[in-house]
């Protein structure tokens, strides 16, 4: 087993001993190491790199985000952690641009244990380290410019609701990674996990969104992709038309609101991987597009020969990191290929599978028209006979 190298950083030294006692079990399984305060972690990793810093916020000297920006600018690989019972707003704001999760103070060994467990993906290819090293220096993912220039004129509108800006920021895949990133940070100790951009913003107020996005800065407006023949337009209308068509067909399934929810939820970010490696690499993904299109091959297929890694296991990791909830992980590790490990029934996964798949019959990109319906996956949950009715019921949603 690889062992994961872990870095513990606080001023108070007997912190660090009862941390070092509620982790003794884990010697087996990580290689830990505790420093007292910034300079001493940042010294540590210069001799040796690690796979996971938890640190603690407020410390005299370097506080936390300070140490958590060196790390991102000089290690941006090592998932960044903060462990702390401060609730200073200020620091806190500062934090969660840097730093991947929060936990807070008093924390259960086995909730750090699932924490950390959870940041520590395997791997160690070349290409996985690469993948570690972009999705490790993401602060931000870029917005659309007209969504976010929308966005900033709500919030400067006093009769503003968070029916508005929820509607909005669930339009956008970065601004929805971003809120649902912040609001299940563990920094507001809710006991449950919210999984969609309105409820997020019912529970943090409007007053409280508008100083994370006008003070703060937690969403920004993107510059165009440097790539030639694809636009972050294009996505955001694919990855709409995919939202609205997944939430339309759980409705046609009669399922719950919150499958709704989540089918639409999970139709806007099951694309982010494109956006993350569109954005890094945008000449090698204008190849991606080009082999797509010239040979008539899924996506995730044109981009594994290119980067050794699909849009959907990068999307997941950078989401996972940012501890979004579960089930949109899934939708989006699993919205190309639903097999194995399905439930019998309806899921917010099919709905998202079977409206990326379909949706690019028309009026797309051509990167999204070689989608492919997994129907093996449909018939073993009993819905087969259900893709004809989703097919008429997709012509006729529209996209952006």
Same mark, same amino acid.
């Given at each position: 087993?690889?062992?994961?190298?872990?870095?513990?950083?606080?001023?108070?030294?007997?912190?660090?001993?009862?941390?070092?006692?509620?982790?003794?079990?884990?010697?087996?399984?990580?290689?830990?190491?505790?420093?007292?305060?910034?300079?001493?972690?940042?010294?540590?990793?210069?001799?040796?790199?690690?796979?996971?810093?938890?640190?603690?916020?407020?410390?005299?000297?370097?506080?936390?985000?300070?140490?958590?920006?060196?790390?991102?600018?000089?290690?941006?690989?090592?998932?960044?952690?903060?462990?702390?019972?401060?609730?200073?707003?200020?620091?806190?704001?500062?934090?969660?641009?840097?730093?991947?999760?929060?936990?807070?103070?008093?924390?259960?060994?086995?909730?750090?244990?699932?924490?950390?467990?959870?940041?520590?993906?395997?791997?160690?290819?070349?290409?996985?380290?690469?993948?570690?090293?972009?999705? #490790?220096? &993401?602060? %931000?993912?870029?917005?659309?410019? !007209? *969504?976010?220039?929308?966005?900033?004129? =709500?919030?400067?509108?006093?009769?503003?609701?968070?029916?508005?800006?929820?509607?909005?920021?669930?339009?956008?895949?970065?601004?929805?990674?971003?809120?649902?990133?912040?609001?299940?940070?563990?920094?507001?100790?809710?006991?449950?996990?919210?999984?969609?951009?309105?409820?997020?913003?019912?529970?943090?107020?409007?007053?409280?969104?508008?100083?994370?996005?006008?003070?703060?800065?937690?969403?920004?407006?993107?510059?165009?992709?440097?790539?030639?023949?694809?636009?972050?337009?294009?996505?955001?209308?694919?990855?709409?038309?995919?939202?609205?068509?997944?939430?339309?067909?759980?409705?046609?399934?009669?399922?719950?609101?919150?499958?709704?929810?989540?089918?639409?939820? #999970?139709? &806007?970010? %099951?694309?982010?991987?494109?956006? !993350? *490696?569109?954005?890094?690499?945008?000449? =090698?993904?204008?190849?991606?597009?080009?082999?797509?299109?010239?040979?008539?091959?899924?996506?995730?297929?044109?981009?594994?020969?290119?980067?050794?890694?699909?849009?959907?296991?990068?999307?997941?990791?950078?989401?996972?990191?940012?501890?979004?909830?579960?089930?949109?992980?899934?939708?989006?590790?699993?919205?190309?290929?639903?097999?194995?490990?399905?439930?019998?029934?309806?899921?917010?996964?099919?709905?998202?599978?079977?409206?990326?798949?379909?949706?690019?019959?028309?009026?797309?990109?051509?990167?999204?028209?070689?989608?492919?319906?997994?129907?093996?996956?449909?018939?073993?949950?009993?819905?087969?006979?259900?893709?004809?009715?989703?097919?008429?019921?997709?012509?006729?949603?529209?996209?952006?």
């Amino acid at each position: 087993m690889n062992t994961k190298r872990i870095l513990f950083v606080d001023d108070e030294p007997m912190v660090l001993q009862g941390l070092q006692r509620m982790l003794r079990q884990m010697r087996g399984e990580w290689d830990m190491v505790f420093a007292t305060g910034g300079e001493a972690a940042l010294k540590l990793m210069a001799q040796a790199p690690f796979d996971v810093i938890v640190t603690d916020m407020r410390m005299p000297g370097m506080n936390g985000a300070e140490l958590l920006q060196q790390v991102m600018r000089l290690y941006p690989s090592t998932v960044r952690l903060v462990l702390s019972g401060h609730a200073d707003r200020d620091l806190v704001a500062q934090c969660v641009g840097v730093a991947h999760q929060y936990i807070s103070k008093p924390c259960e060994p086995e909730q750090l244990k699932t924490t950390i467990r959870s940041v520590c993906i395997p791997g160690g290819d070349q290409a996985s380290e690469e993948i570690k090293r972009i999705a #490790g220096s &993401i602060i %931000h993912l870029p917005s659309v410019p !007209l *969504l976010y220039s929308r966005l900033r004129r =709500a919030l400067e509108d006093e009769n503003a609701t968070t029916q508005t800006l929820g509607d909005i920021i669930q339009t956008d895949i970065g601004m929805t990674a971003k809120i649902l990133k912040l609001v299940n940070s563990a920094f507001f100790g809710l006991r449950r996990t919210i999984d969609t951009p309105h409820e997020a913003v019912a529970y943090l107020g409007v007053e409280t969104v508008k100083t994370l996005v006008l003070a703060n800065g937690i969403f920004c407006e993107s510059p165009a992709l440097e790539t030639k023949i694809f636009s972050l337009e294009s996505l955001w209308h694919h990855s709409l038309k995919v939202a609205n068509g997944a939430r339309a067909i759980a409705m046609a399934e009669e399922a719950d609101r919150h499958i709704q929810e989540a089918s639409f939820v #999970g139709g &806007i970010l %099951h694309d982010v991987g494109i956006l !993350l *490696l569109a954005a890094n690499f945008p000449e =090698a993904y204008d190849r991606v597009v080009e082999i797509v299109v010239q040979e008539h091959i899924p996506v995730p297929q044109a981009e594994e020969r290119l980067f050794r890694i699909s849009h959907a296991e990068v999307g997941a990791y950078l989401l996972g990191l940012w501890g979004i909830p579960g089930p949109i992980l899934d939708i989006v590790r699993k919205h190309h290929w639903p097999l194995p490990a399905l439930p019998k029934g309806f899921s917010p996964i099919l709905a998202v599978h079977t409206a990326d798949a379909l949706s690019g019959l028309k009026n797309q990109h051509p990167l999204f028209e070689g989608g492919e319906l997994d129907e093996v996956a449909l018939e073993n949950a009993g819905l087969k006979d259900r893709i004809a009715v989703w097919r008429t019921l997709l012509s006729n949603t529209t996209g952006a």
